[in-house]
Structures are given as C-alpha cells and as structure tokens.
C-alpha cells in the first residue's frame, strides 16, 4: 500500500509538471533569416540549395497545456509554421494564440501579421500587445491599418514596466530598451509563471546604453534569452556597424566573465545573423560559447515555467 501510494503521488506530481506552462523557442535567427536575401557566402549557398528546416526567425512562444491556451512573441516572416508548432505544444484547437506581443517595428518582429489578415487566415480579434508608439504606427500605416479596421487583430496598449496578466500564474512584463527606434520603442519582456521567470530581449544596440545593469535582471531571473546578433567584428566586412549595433556575443561573454557558473547557465543566445558563426553547432565558436558556461538558443527547445 506505500509503495502504491508513493507512485500515485510521483504520477500525480509528474502529471502537474506536464501540465504547467513553458516556453518553447520558435526561432533563433535574425530578421532577415537563412539563407539570406541576396547572400553569396557559403553560410548561406548550401541552404539555397537545401532549406534548414529549423532556421526561423526569432520567436519565443509560451504553451500552456492545462488552459489549452498560448502566446507568441514577435510576428515573424515564418509566423505560419511557427504557429502550427504552438497549436502542438500548447495542444490548443486552432493555430491563433490567445495573444501576440510584439517588441518593435522591424521586420522579423511584426511582419507576419499580415498573415492574419483576409489574404490568410482572416483571423478575428488577436489579441496584440503592443507598446504606444508601436500602436500609432499599425493604426496609422497600411497595411497594418486594415487589419484594425477588418478585426483581424484588436490592438491592447502596454506600459513600461506595468505587469500584464495572463492567467493566476503567468504575467508579463515589457520594458524599454535603447534600440534604432524609427517606427516605434523597443521593448524586452520578463515572462514570469509559477515557479520560474525569463528575460527575453532579443534587440538592443549594447547593454552599456541601457539605464539597467543587465546582470542584475539576470539575477533576478531563471533563462535569459537575449540578443547575439553578431559574433564579433570579423563578420561584418559588407556593412558599418555603426548602422546596425548590437552587442557582439564576444563583448557579452567578456561583461559576464565575473559571474559565478550558475548565472551564465541562465544565458540563451538568441537572433543569431545569418553569418553568426554560432549558427553550427559543430563550430569552434559554438563551442567556446558551452565552454565559457554559456547557451544557444536551438529551435524547440523548451523551458519551463
């Protein structure tokens, strides 16, 4: 009779687990993907040839089986067969997520919206988290426009540091980050469920022109997915950097090199360039990033919350 009832209650305790949300990694490539536009470089000849199935752009998602319901984060170019792995791992009746947060207005993060509209799926009211100045550009400028105006999506105005909550156990918080804002503010989010929290920031120019210190979010966080855009320097002979910062992955790993094992386990690198050597997993960069205590991002990779 113990032993029957201690495995009831591990049955009963691995069911809970599987039920509680987690997030699933949708994507880890830069806006314009891979191969890229217009690339003659052999990162991108061969997959001309033969599509790499698991390059999306980057997109987190959040499953959360017991509620059947999920939430995507960017709209991305692939935001179709990103979506359809949601409705999976979220096991959800449609492919529409119970709401979409956007962090800017580039083009891997809110283009796929468009596949919302009458020429797709004609979606009706998606929810879509957006900050202010993100709002009065999709109102303002088509097509983004006709997606307000057909319902396609119903546009929900977030603040700075004002907690959105999704359910009794799972809340969202954006903040500002310091990024080329043309169109709109850049924003991060901290994802927090009911056991652990995560940092998602996958576009920021560099982590000394932010009024936080990014360790110390770290600190208060379980995963940190955050922006690796570029390796180094090296990768970048066709283009001024000045046009396009981001913190290098070589400059993060030298800011966190002071940090006790445990923290830089929490580090997911993510939105990786379509020239970002640490794209392969067999590369030497790839491996300096797991030997200096660090992670990538990989497709479907999943954590929970």
């Given at each position: ?65 017991s ?6 984060f ?7 067969s ?48 957006a ?13 983004w ?11 929900k105005?977030?603040?700075s ?31 927090i469920?009911?056991n ?13 022109k ?30 001024d ?25 929490k ?39």
């Amino acid at each position: 009779m113990r032993l029957l009832n201690i495995l009831l209650c591990c049955a009963f305790v691995c069911s809970l687990a599987a039920q509680q949300p987690f997030i699933i990694v949708l994507g880890n490539v830069q806006d314009g993907g891979s191969p890229h536009i217009g690339c003659t470089k052999n990162c991108c000849i061969s997959l001309f040839k033969k599509s790499d199935p698991s390059r999306k752009v980057t997109a987190l998602g959040i499953a959360d089986p017991s509620r059947k319901s999920s939430y995507l984060f960017e709209a991305t170019p692939d935001i179709t067969s990103q979506l359809r792995l949601l409705k999976e791992f979220s096991q959800t009746p449609t492919d529409i997520p119970n709401g979409i947060f956007l962090t800017h207005a580039h083009i891997g993060h809110y283009s796929g919206l468009l596949f919302l509209g009458k020429e797709a799926i004609n979606a009706s009211q998606v929810p879509v988290y957006a900050m202010p100045r993100m709002e009065g550009f999709l109102k303002q400028n088509g097509p983004w426009g006709q997606l307000i105006s057909f319902k396609n999506i119903e546009l929900k105005q977030i603040q700075s540091g004002v907690s959105i909550p999704l359910s009794n156990d799972l809340q969202i918080i954006p903040f500002i980050v310091p990024h080329r804002d043309e169109y709109s503010e850049t924003v991060g989010y901290k994802i927090i469920g009911p056991n652990k929290k995560a940092l998602f920031i996958p576009d920021i120019d560099k982590w000394e022109k932010w009024n936080k210190d990014i360790r110390q979010e770290i600190a208060e966080v379980d995963y940190a997915f955050i922006d690796a855009t570029f390796f180094d320097a090296a990768e970048i002979n066709n283009r001024d950097i000045k046009e396009i910062p981001h913190p290098f992955i070589i400059e993060t790993i030298h800011l966190f090199k002071a940090l006790p094992i445990t923290e830089k386990k929490k580090i997911y690198f993510i939105h990786l360039n379509h020239t970002n050597p640490a794209m392969l997993k067999d590369s030497k960069q790839s491996k300096l990033i797991l030997q200096q205590g660090f992670n990538i991002a990989r497709f479907k990779d999943e954590f929970k919350l």
